[in-house]
């Protein structure tokens, strides 16, 4: 018997957004290092997909100086595609399960990307920490079109 609530989708391809290392934006001698991330969805009608798009942002007094923004292109298959996705209203729902499974997936491809990144760099020091997906995923996630962003 098929689980109602499954979804069934694969990890179609990742991109790098976005990536900078600003040396002089850096201090060694400043310890004190603050870190932000960003989340945001969108999707493509034509391909089926939901994209997920993380940020990360070390910075000290001088501003940033490490900035990585990573997409992930999850492919939903076509029977559950048309449970996600309501034509008259031209948006998309991701259940809470399935938008929280999908943003620690791409936290882990943010965390490897990173580390490739900045792997025999002075940065490699600067790690993505473990965060806690269900305080940022609390509730079911709507994407209208006004929001939607096409692939590249």
Known sequence: MENKEQITFRLRRITTEQFAIIESAFDKSIE???LTNGLRFGFNIEKRAIIVLLSV????????????????YFEISKEHWDR???????????????ATHLVVLSMGTLRGVLHAKVENTEFNMYLLPT????????????IKTKDNFESK
């Open 84 to 98: 996600l996705y309501n034509i008259d209203s031209a948006e998309i729902k991701l259940p809470m399960p399935l």
């Open 131 to 142: 965060i806690n997906v269900t305080e940022i995923v609390k509730d079911d996630i709507v």
């Open 32 to 34: 004190n290092v603050e």
């Open 57 to 72: 942002n070390f910075s000290q007094n001088k501003g940033p100086f490490l900035l990585l923004e990573i997409g992930c």
